[in-house]
Structure formats: structure tokens, C-alpha cells
């Protein structure tokens, strides 16, 4: 079974993206870094999320291919924004309901990409 599966699929991957984007607005290290109307990134957020996880390809067929580096390359993402992106997406799966081993094996899997974000020392 695929993370998007596992966790329950599009009903499971809104509700982490619902609790997720609250948390990253408060969020004194990455809030800054996202605008004050998050509904469209919470939008393409699920889109990604869906795909990156194992659901359908959402997100490359409403904006194209993910180029996920190149798109956040005008935003300065340094090591300690994609920890604090992280430490939300934990806090989200925690409250969601995940449980432990799906929650790590998650994080696991999107620290790659969130590390491979940075470009900023």
C-alpha cells in the first residue's frame, strides 16, 4: 500500500493539509515565508501531497510537472526552515491521528525533498 493509503487517502491527505497550514502560519521561522491568503497553497499543497504520497497525479495535472526546487527558489530556504517545516508536518500527522510507525516513515520520506529545498547556507 502507498503512504496515500495508508494514511486514507484524500479525506486523510485534506485533514493533514487542513491542521498542517495553521501551524506553519504560526510558525515564527517559516510563517513569514507564505502569504496571508494560504488557501491556494493549501490547494496545491494537497495536489502535491496526494501524488508525492502515492494517490493520483493531481498536482501534475492541474499545474504541470513538480519542479518542486525550482518553484521554491525565489523564497531564501535555509536547513533550519526545512527542520521547521518539518517539525509542523510531524505535529500535523501527530494530530491527525497517524500512528507512530506511518508518522515517521512519512517524515522520513518527505525530509529528502524538504532538505533538498534549501538554498540559502
Given at each position: 500500500m502507498t503512504i496515500y493509503e495508508n494514511l486514507?487517502?484524500?479525506e486523510a491527505v485534506r485533514a493533514l493539509v487542513s491542521v498542517f497550514y495553521p501551524k506553519v502560519q504560526k510558525d515564527p521561522i517559516?510563517?513569514?515565508?507564505?502569504?496571508?491568503?494560504?488557501?491556494p497553497v493549501m490547494e496545491k499543497q494537497?495536489?502535491?501531497l496526494t501524488q508525492f504520497f502515492g494517490g493520483?497525479?493531481?498536482y501534475t495535472q492541474q499545474v504541470g510537472p513538480p519542479m518542486m526546487r525550482?518553484?521554491?527558489l525565489p523564497f531564501p530556504i535555509t536547513d533550519v526552515h526545512a527542520d521547521a517545516w518539518l517539525r509542523c508536518m510531524g505535529e500535523a500527522l501527530t494530530e491527525?491521528?497517524?500512528e507512530e510507525t506511518l508518522r515517521t516513515f512519512t517524515l522520513n520520506r518527505l525530509s529528502g525533498p524538504a532538505h533538498h529545498f534549501v538554498n540559502t547556507p
Open positions: 486514507g487517502g484524500e517559516i510563517g513569514p515565508l507564505f502569504p496571508e491568503d494560504i488557501y494537497f495536489m502535491f493520483p497525479g493531481l525550482a518553484r521554491h491527525i491521528g497517524v
